[in-house]
């Protein structure tokens, strides 16, 4: 389920002493359902399912069952980070191109795996071109 926004703009109380008193609150309240099956905040779940890359993604797919927001998260590590792996695995050994393009390669990972945790982390469901269209497919 994905929180809900409710914007406050003014509200005025009327004491029983005849004063009013004027509520005016500049912003949002987010309220979400941060119910989740292991008992911790949803995003801090969210952040969870990337630690580990893909693995700690399969690990919340499999313990989280109804919490939408922490299964996309999850199936979403799963689908960007196993690739990922194997792509650098391949790129490793191959001679001389490989050593140079690696590490950038490995950079580039690194940069991706913390936006994706900080998202998370925030609340949002950030959703990457291909990984989160099937992560969201998924998920349904």
Not at 12 to 20: A, D, E, K, P
Request: charged share 15%; net charge positive; aromatic share 12%.
């Amino acid at each position: 389920m994905m929180p809900k926004t409710i914007s406050i703009v003014s509200s005025n109380l009327t004491r029983g002493n005849g004063v009013t008193i004027y509520l005016k609150v500049a912003g949002e309240i987010t309220m979400g359902n941060n119910k989740t099956a292991l008992g911790i905040d949803e995003n801090i779940e969210g952040v969870l399912c990337y630690v580990l890359g893909f693995i700690t993604g399969i690990v919340f797919m499999v313990l989280e069952k109804e919490n939408k927001f922490v299964r996309f998260h999850a199936m979403q590590s799963i689908a960007t980070f196993l690739p990922l792996f194997v792509i650098g695995y391949v790129i490793g050994f191959i001679p001389l191109i490989g050593w140079v393009i690696g590490p950038l390669f490995g950079l580039l990972t690194l940069v991706l795996w913390l936006l994706l945790m900080f998202k998370a982390y925030k609340g949002e469901l950030y959703k990457l071109p291909i990984a989160g269209d099937f992560a969201e497919k998924q998920i349904g």
